[in-house]
């Protein structure tokens, strides 16, 4: 008997006919439960029967998350462009926009899992100074299934770089052409709001005799997105006056800079965007500019990962 390591898993997306394997921290999850729907069995004539009967016939949607290490030589850009990027599909005379969708696999010492058509709800980063820059993705897909042990051919994987450079970051931040100094840290967080589409009906449910035939999520919309974040600095005599500031118009910008070479890394443009500043006193005064992009344009114009 032999025990599957969490450590030991290997992370792999498909797009588009293309798989890719992606490196991911040790922080990766994945799961998928099914729905009971529960009902009274007492009866007038036998009120004996306490405990209620139950019936489960379809599943939730299955999520998952995992960290990903964003490398100079950016093997990782995949999962940048499916949470970033839009498709139009035709529905009738509305055009829809929905995420590009994936699917995933996992192998572990002793299994391979798939889960099926995975989209991506939210990914951050955070911009600390002397802190390795780090992309934390959470999603949801139809289907999780296993579809082998640790030998299951993936196919043909994309190729990769042969070496693997994690990068120290610090962010230089601009607000109006105006240079931030003082910077304690900022973070990005992009969220997709996605509601799944019924897909209970009776006909489906009657069939249902195991996990395998259960009913599925299948088709969702996408309400709207949210691009936001946070960025921090020491309070100082050159900018105390400003700890209490907004802006509904700002044009903020955003920049990760290699710690070695001061090269650009990566780069958030937001124009507008709206913020505003709140102090907070600790040991060292700090504030807080909040901001939240208001430009409905596409996020992979927005953000630059050079």
Do not use: C
Request: proline residues 4%; glycine residues 4%.
């Amino acid at each position: 008997m032999s025990y599957s390591f969490l450590r030991e898993s290997k992370l792999y997306i498909e797009y588009s006919g293309a798989k890719y394997r992606i490196y991911t921290s040790s922080a990766i999850s994945f799961n998928q439960t099914f729905a009971e729907d529960s009902y009274p069995v007492k009866t007038l004539h036998d009120q004996s029967k306490m405990f209620e009967g139950s019936i489960i016939n379809k599943a939730n949607p299955a999520s998952f998350s995992f960290e990903v290490p964003l490398t100079i030589e950016k093997d990782e850009s995949i999962i940048l462009d499916l949470a970033l990027d839009l498709v139009a599909t035709a529905d009738s005379d509305i055009e829809d926009q929905q995420l590009k969708s994936f699917d995933m696999y996992v192998q572990t010492g002793s299994s391979t899992f798939k889960l099926e058509s995975a989209v991506i709800t939210s990914a951050s980063i955070d911009f600390v100074p002397q802190n390795p820059i780090t992309l934390r993705v959470e999603g949801e897909g139809i289907k999780l299934t296993r579809v082998g042990d640790e030998s299951f051919n993936l196919g043909t994987i994309q190729s990769e770089s042969s070496t693997r450079t994690p990068l120290l970051v610090y962010p230089t931040i601009s607000v109006d052409s105006l240079n931030m100094n003082n910077i304690l840290s900022a973070n990005l967080s992009i969220q997709n709001s996605i509601e799944w589409t019924p897909y209970e009906t009776l006909t489906a449910s009657l069939a249902v005799t195991n996990s395998s035939n259960a009913m599925f999520p299948s088709k969702y919309t996408l309400g709207n997105r949210i691009v936001s974040g946070e960025i921090r600095q020491y309070q100082t005599d050159n900018n105390v006056t400003q700890f209490d500031d907004f802006s509904t118009s700002a044009n903020l910008a955003i920049t990760a800079k290699n710690v070695s070479g001061n090269a650009n890394f990566f780069e958030v443009t937001i124009n507008p965007a709206i913020y505003t500043a709140r102090m907070q006193p600790e040991e060292v005064y700090t504030q807080s500019y909040d901001f939240r992009s208001i430009e409905n344009t596409a996020l992979n114009t927005q953000i630059a990962y050079s």
